[in-house]
């Protein structure tokens, strides 16, 4: 799918409508990524459950066929077969196309002792650079060149493993530490890691393959170096910031949903906020139940934070809902630097937000109208089309791309609980 064909797409939301019924959450996104980047490690076939059909999946998918890797979809399920893995090179088209891209190189690094690659791309959030991941492959004994914007690893004979301290607990560069580290000479003790859901999913799926990772989840990772990994089955945890936003559709509203398969330990920081906002939250093994108030309340103060703190990917959503709260809300975004692109697309709908660095104040209104806006990436988007959802009139929502890269069937699947909406193909001219 070339991003041209995509960018000529538009939803039309007719909202007012609250919305009734069941959704079920769809498989980590951001589990599914480095877990078919980890699959270039695995000797026998790995059998993936549970993956959402979202195009950075499908990019990640042709990354691994470029590699030479036989990858069969059925559904939601992706055998990936990388025994014939033999090309190093990831082509500049793919690795712009999302910031994971990255999380490849210590799998191809790890199996072919090299790889070719550009710098990645993905949302546009502010600067997102990746010196901890190579500052962290270079001390496990990687040698990268850099070179008009293009990185040529090598090394020779097997990664080795160290002690890595990261300055921050990166996600990605977590990612790919613990991807060198497993097949390499020696045991690696990764310190200040990431303690994200998805980390452990990716040390559970390496350990069913034959890895030795203990200690994911917590701040020190330990990844004892084997010889190869072999395949295995493995089912994809749901996605908590999918989970997190059917809530906001809930709450923002009106409505009463019942979500399927999601698991709210991953959600600490989320649940409460929503509480604070007024919704009836009721939860039963993989189910939560969501009934919304009357009038939302604010929420005083969302500081996003490595996990466990508030998520940055569901700071957009949950301001969205805030911006009709009866009150004032703050949100401190202290990940990214350009997190609050879609508050001037939200303003067009009549939120009133003010931003000043990292800090959003939202006063909340008693109503949003409808009215053309574009999602300026993944998150900023469904913060949009939730707000489209409870503003009275229409809203022509630009920029859909960016939702197809983290929610699958956004509209069928919001269309079921009672959302108007419709997926329109423009001609060329027409946006
Ligand atoms: C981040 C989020 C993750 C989310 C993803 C997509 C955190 C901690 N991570 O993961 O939950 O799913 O975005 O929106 O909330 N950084 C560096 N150098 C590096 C790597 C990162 O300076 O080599 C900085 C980044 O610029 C950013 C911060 O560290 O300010 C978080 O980066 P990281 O966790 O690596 O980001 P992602 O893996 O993209």
């Known amino acids: 799918m070339g991003e041209r064909v995509l960018r000529l797409e538009r939803l039309r939301i007719e909202g007012s409508r609250k919305l009734y019924g069941e959704l079920t959450v769809h498989g980590a996104k951001n589990s599914t990524l480095p877990i078919l980047a980890a699959s270039l490690l695995c000797k026998s076939e790995a059998v993936l459950h549970n993956c959402p059909a979202l195009s950075d999946v499908d990019t990640a998918v042709r990354i691994l066929r470029t590699l030479g890797c036989r990858v069969r979809r059925e559904r939601d399920v992706l055998a990936i077969d990388s025994s014939q893995l033999c090309d190093d090179e990831i082509p500049e088209n793919l690795m712009r196309e999302m910031r994971s891209s990255i999380v490849f190189l210590g799998a191809v690094v790890s199996r072919l002792g090299k790889a070719r690659l550009s710098f990645p791309g993905g949302c546009e959030l502010g600067p997102r650079p990746i010196d901890l991941h190579l500052t962290a492959l270079r001390k496990m004994g990687l040698s990268i060149r850099e070179d008009h914007g293009c990185l040529e690893c090598t090394v020779p004979g097997r990664l080795k493993g160290c002690p890595i301290s990261l300055s921050f607990p990166s996600v990605g560069a977590t990612e790919n530490v613990m991807l060198a580290a497993a097949c390499a000479e020696g045991t ?99 189910q939560l139940w969501v009934k919304a108030p009357e009038r939302l309340r604010p929420v005083k103060s969302v500081r996003t934070m490595p996990y466990p703190g508030f998520p940055t990917d569901a700071q957009a959503p949950v301001m969205a809902v805030t911006s009709l709260a009866d009150g004032t809300s703050v949100f401190v975004e202290n990940i990214f630097e350009s997190r609050y692109k879609h508050v001037g697309e939200l303003l067009r709908l009549g939120a009133n937000i003010k931003v000043e660095g990292r800090v959003a104040v939202v006063e909340g209104v008693p109503g949003l109208s409808g009215a053309p806006v574009m999602a300026p990436d993944l998150r900023g988007g469904a913060a949009l089309l939730l707000a489209g959802l409870a503003a009275e009139g229409t809203t022509l929502l630009t920029g859909v791309h960016h939702l197809d890269r983290g929610y699958e069937a956004i509209e069928e699947r919001l269309s079921s609980v009672g959302a108007v909406i419709h997926r329109e193909f423009l001609p060329d001219s027409a946006e």
């Open 188 to 286: 690696t003790v990764l310190s200040n890691a990431a303690r994200e859901p998805e980390i452990c999913d990716l040390a559970d799926f390496l350990n069913a393959c034959g890895a030795r990772i203990s200690g994911a989840g917590g701040s020190v990772i330990v990844i004892e170096g084997v010889e190869s990994l072999g395949g295995c089955e493995h089912w994809v945890i749901p996605d908590r910031i999918v989970a997190a936003t059917y809530l906001a559709a809930a709450a923002i509203t009106g409505g009463e949903l019942l979500l399927q398969h999601l698991d709210c330990s991953h959600l600490p920081l989320v649940l409460p906020a929503f509480e604070e906002s007024g919704c009836l939250l009721k939860s039963e093994g993989d």
